[in-house]
């Protein structure tokens, strides 16, 4: 499924048109649209990074998750020097400082989307009158986007896709919803295209043995987040076409797989991380 979150509806519509989205009525408190063949779903989050953030847990939350074949997409508009749609390739949280990296492993270049239109974005908390580093993109959203999907979503499954509407104004009234509009519809083909092309690549990627990945998480007591970084190892071995089988099988042969306690399988955890990387 593709989890679409566009912050302002101008920013959406022409996806909604395109995608034939039909709206959730009872969706609440968020105004959100779906596929008929659940293919899809899109969410619109209002502006600001908490809203955001809000949204896509909602979103993420309602609709659940399967690591494996799904993706969110941040759609939206943004300011900047250079026109078109942009792949974002690093986050930069204005109040925080922090950072955050999206994982480029798919080429869209088939696209429209070669590597010169890849940038790095910074999440600010209002409109910006002027750009501050011309080499950057400014939005309102896309930190709090990350840090949201990150608890249900690795990083290779988040796409962050924004289209310059403006170079930095004094007066946010400036930019309208028209305005908006007409630099979504100019994109859409491209969102489309990049959509099609991740599902093929979804469609040829082997997947995880989600059943043999559950019962480790478990064996090991696993906290969440270290569930999330046993995935991110399965996912590794299966790229590299490693079998992960018999490293657990060691372990298991050891008395070591289930552990006893958290910190034991923590230990695990470290160990196999170490084995396969």
Do not use: W
């Amino acid at each position: 499924m593709f989890f679409i979150v566009c912050a302002l509806t101008a920013e959406a519509r022409p996806l909604i048109s395109a995608l034939s989205l039909r709206r959730d009525d009872n969706a609440c408190p968020y105004e959100t649209y779906f596929a008929e063949d659940c293919s899809c779903v899109l969410c619109i989050s209002g502006m600001g990074p908490v809203a955001a953030s809000s949204a896509t847990t909602y979103l993420l939350t309602r609709f659940g998750t399967k690591n494996e074949t799904d993706f969110l997409i941040n759609f939206g508009s943004c300011a900047g020097k250079d026109p078109g749609l942009h792949l974002i390739h690093k986050i930069t949280d204005s109040t925080t400082g922090r950072d955050f990296y999206p994982d480029m492993l798919y080429d869209l270049s088939s696209c429209g989307l070669p590597s010169s239109s890849e940038k790095a974005l910074v999440t600010v908390s209002k409109v910006v009158a002027s750009l501050e580093d011309p080499n950057l993109l400014y939005e309102m959203e896309a930190s709090g986007i990350f840090q949201a999907a990150s608890r249900f979503l690795p990083p290779h499954r988040m796409l962050f896709l924004k289209y310059v509407s403006d170079q930095g104004v004094d007066d946010p009234k400036k930019i309208t919803s028209a305005m908006l509009q007409e630099g979504a519809e100019k994109q859409t083909s491209t969102v489309l295209s990049v959509m099609k092309k991740l599902e093929e690549a979804c469609k040829e990627e082997p997947s995880v043995d989600e059943d043999l990945f559950l019962s480790t998480a478990l064996s090991l007591r696993l906290s969440e987040t270290m569930r999330y970084e046993l995935h991110q190892l399965f996912e590794y071995a299966l790229t590299e076409n490693i079998d992960i089988r018999p490293i657990l099988d060691d372990f298991e042969n050891q008395g070591r797989l289930p552990a006893g306690t958290k910190k034991e399988g923590k230990a695990v955890l470290y160990e196999l991380r170490q084995k396969l990387i």
